[in-house]
Each structure stands twice: as C-alpha cells, then as structure tokens.
C-alpha cells in the first residue's frame, strides 16, 4: 500500500509554509490530508512553536554557535561540551582521557570499557539478550565480565604476564580494571614513557 505524503507540495519550502502577519509567525499548511496519529499528537505543539516565533525584519539572518561567544564554530569547544555534559555526568562517572601514540578505535574501546559498554555476555544478558550462558566463552571458569575477560581469564593473565615481566612490572594479580585502565597508570615512570607504557596496556586490552 502506498503512503500518501501529508505535504502536498514535496518541492515546498519553509517560507511556503510559515506566514508573517507582521507581528508573528503564521502557520500556512497545506496537507494532502488531516494528519493522523503521531503527527495529528505533534501538530498542535508545532503550530503553537512557530506562532511564539518572532520576526526581527531590521536584522539580517545569519548561522550562530552558540557554544561559543563570537558564534563561530570550534570542534574543541563542542568536544569539551559534551565532556562536561554527557560523558561526566553524574557523581561516579570517570573522566574521558586520550592517547595520541595509539588508534582512535584504541581510545574508543578504552572510553566504552571506562563506561562500563563492553559487550560481555554478562552485560548483553542485563539487557536482556537470550544466551545460553554467562560463563566466559574462553576458560569457562568464571562469569564473563569486563574484569574477568581482560584480566583474570587464564588467557589474558598469561599476556598481561608477558606484557608485566617485558616492562619489569609487579602485581597483575593484583591489578583491576581502572588500575590497568585509569589516568594514573604506569605514573611512576616519567615523561613519555609512561604514555608508551599506557599505549601498550590499551592496546593489549583492545586486542584482547
């Protein structure tokens, strides 16, 4: 069956379709038929949006960002906005940090395991994903959970060993997510070895 197009006119502009009475702004529709459903719910907010719309004519329309003071567009200020906004939000929430010595996709795993959005089973059941189990899909000793598949899994014990011993480092057994994981690892080490440190811990964990 073929949907009818409630805008009879699919060439149509907004200025086709919103009026100025010289105050306000007017609604002018022109529907191929009386909206139904969701878009009959939505209509009357719309209508009631654009009539509260008013019309400075002395000044001429120009693209403003309004993030930014002088309204011109800057990635870094839109970076640190969604920082402070979504990425930060709440009291438990860790911040985002970077590594320039390794992939985008590196950083984005790290960002995505620091959230806690890592597609473990234990995770994909919570979101109530039918599996046949939650045990770790490599040792099945235990459930498979973002510490246990890139730490304590038999598997990834015996690489991060390697990766210890390689660096003269102590206490994998230890170790736990945000110490392999967090800002501050490997800050015993000065200067860019411990970003070469960090870059390799990230990309054993992606890689893993």
């Known amino acids: 069956m073929e949907q ?4 009879e006119d699919p ?16 609604g002018a529709w022109s529907w191929s038929r009386e909206p139904i459903g969701r878009t ?27 993030l930014n003071n002088n309204n011109g567009f800057a990635t870094g200020i839109l970076a640190d906005n969604i920082d402070n906004r979504l990425l930060n939000a709440g009291t438990n929430v860790c911040e985002t940090i970077g590594n320039n010595l390794v992939p985008k996709k590196v950083e984005i795993f790290v960002w995505r395991l620091r959230k806690k959005r890592l597609p473990v089973l234990i995770e994909l059941d919570k979101r109530g994903i039918d599996l046949n189990s939650v045990r770790c899909s490599i040792c099945d000793g235990d459930i498979e959970m973002v510490d246990h598949s ?17 660096w003269g480092l102590n206490g994998i057994a230890n170790a736990s997510i945000m110490d392999l994981f967090g800002e501050g690892f490997g800050s015993n080490s000065s200067g860019i070895s411990a970003k070469i440190l960090q870059a390799v811990i990230w990309t054993s964990g992606y890689l893993i």
């Open 11 to 26: 060439n149509a502009k907004v200025i086709d379709r919103v009026g100025w009475n010289g105050t306000n702004c007017t």
């Open 40 to 66: 009959a719910n939505e209509a009357p907010g719309l209508r009631d949006l654009i009539t509260s719309v008013i019309i400075n004519t002395e000044k001429k329309d120009f693209w403003g960002w309004k």
């Open 150 to 166: 890139l730490i304590f899994c038999n598997k990834s014990m015996d690489v991060w060993s390697k990766i210890f011993d390689w």
């Open 4 to 7: 009818t197009l409630l805008e």
